[in-house]
């Protein structure tokens, strides 16, 4: 959040100033509240532009990108939370490399997302084996949701995922949870009139400000 800095010499210049400041604050708050609700509908509803956002890695000193399904978001931590086949070559990259980015394009919004973070591998831990578990459950309802479709030609929702099948063969050893921990957030709204950008800086020492465009 910002803060303002007082003055030696408070007078109506300083108050008008101080209530475009405040006003500037609130909406920044507004907008990083935007951008978290944004992450929370991209793991619930499945056709939500935050559902496959893309995640770029490091491999060799060169980007790489691909898309990930958004599994969990936690603001109160400040994570949000993929899984992978922990034979990937994403597993690789942020084990040698924790550094990451996650990109989301929210089209009815027009909001452009770049989500810095550092990423924790966990596969054999009490945090991997809730996620398998809970990775199970979601593939037994597709199953479910699947079978209950009254088309013939119905399937269940597949994502584009590298782990869609080790939860059906059950290959519990292949599975990992990767933590992303946000550290920064920059939003961009894209407009005919000018993109409008702002980052938000999470931490201890929290920081909410405007970008040029």
Sequence with gaps: MLQAMPSS???VGEALSRSRFDEEAAFLDYLLDDVWDILAQG??????AAHTPTLATVRRGVPAVRTVVLRGVSRSNATVSVH???RSGKVQELKVQPACSLHIFDAGRRVQLRIEAQATVHVDDALADREWTRLQ???RAQQRR???AIAPTAAPDVDLDDVDGLAEAG???DFAAIALHVTAIEW???SSRGPRRARFEIGKRPRSYWLEA
């Design 137 to 139: 459950d979601e593939h």
């Design 43 to 48: 793991v619930r509803v499945r056709f939500a």
């Design 171 to 173: 290959r519990r050893a």
């Design 84 to 86: 992978a086949d922990r």
């Design 146 to 148: 699947a079978l209950a």
């Design 188 to 190: 961009q709204q894209v």
């Design 9 to 11: 010499s408070p007078g």
